[in-house]
């Protein structure tokens, strides 16, 4: 059973900070990593995703993976409060164009 | 461009009732999907197909049926709603290639009474 796993939260952070979502994986064989951000009663829109270890920067954004230790996280700089929403994560494992989500991390972002 | 489309919104139904949710998508991707999302649970993956007439069974599937009607049409039906049904569905779908993300319709919040 490939599992991903997420800190639930709600991590709370102030308008300005630096937000940081991390995610585990169990299937060391996954390929692909995306970050989804989910707002309340919404469905999942892509943020992006990342496939080489190291950092891959969008904006605000940072993705950073880390394969030999099956991790990737999301960093949000100069948070807003219209970041606060559900950030999921999704793994796609070797062979598979199926992606397996975590159960998401609350994000609240305070003015 | 409408990306996904899933019918309908809401839909209250009692235990024993039977229904089907529609999803169409007109970005010609092979691949198409129904998750479930539950509080606390994330988003479980119930049905889904690779092509036009292959579907497969994904972490939760017992209480579904699905069809592939066509290129562009994945739908859902729950022949004997149950309340554990419950949930909110999303119709998605994909390219097939890896590094493809999924794009997700707006989802269907179901209530079995």
């Known amino acids: 059973q490939k599992e991903v796993e997420q800190n639930s939260g709600p991590l709370s952070v102030p308008e300005g900070a630096i937000a940081s979502l991390n995610c585990t994986y169990s299937d060391r064989g996954s390929q692909s990593f995306f970050w989804y951000r989910q707002y309340s009663g919404k469905s999942p829109e892509l943020i992006m995703f990342?496939?080489?270890?190291g950092d891959k920067e969008d904006g605000r954004f940072t993705a950073q993976l880390n394969k030999a230790s099956q991790y990737v996280s999301l960093l949000i700089r100069d948070s807003q409060p219209s970041d606060s929403a559900t950030y999921l994560c999704a793994v796609q494992g070797a062979g598979s164009y199926q992606l397996t989500f975590g159960k998401g991390t609350k994000l609240s972002v305070i003015p | 461009n409408a990306g996904v489309t899933q019918t309908p919104k809401f839909q209250v139904l009692k235990t024993g009732q039977s229904m089907t949710l529609q999803c169409a998508q007109d970005?010609?991707?092979?691949?198409m999907y129904w998750y479930r999302q539950d509080p606390g649970m994330g988003l479980r993956l119930i049905y889904y197909?690779?092509?036009?007439?292959?579907?497969d069974k994904g972490e939760v599937p017992n209480g579904y049926n699905v069809s592939r009607l066509n290129k562009r049409e994945f739908s859902l039906r729950l022949e004997s709603a149950a309340p554990s049904q419950t949930s909110v569905y999303f119709c998605?779908?994909?390219?097939?290639?890896?590094?493809?993300?999924?794009?997700f319709g707006n989802g269907t919040r179901l209530t079995v009474t």
């Open positions: 970005m010609n991707h092979n691949s």
């Open positions: 197909s690779a092509s036009e007439g292959t579907t």
């Open positions: 990342i496939y080489s270890n």
């Open positions: 998605a779908s994909s390219e097939d290639r890896a590094n493809s993300p999924l794009h």
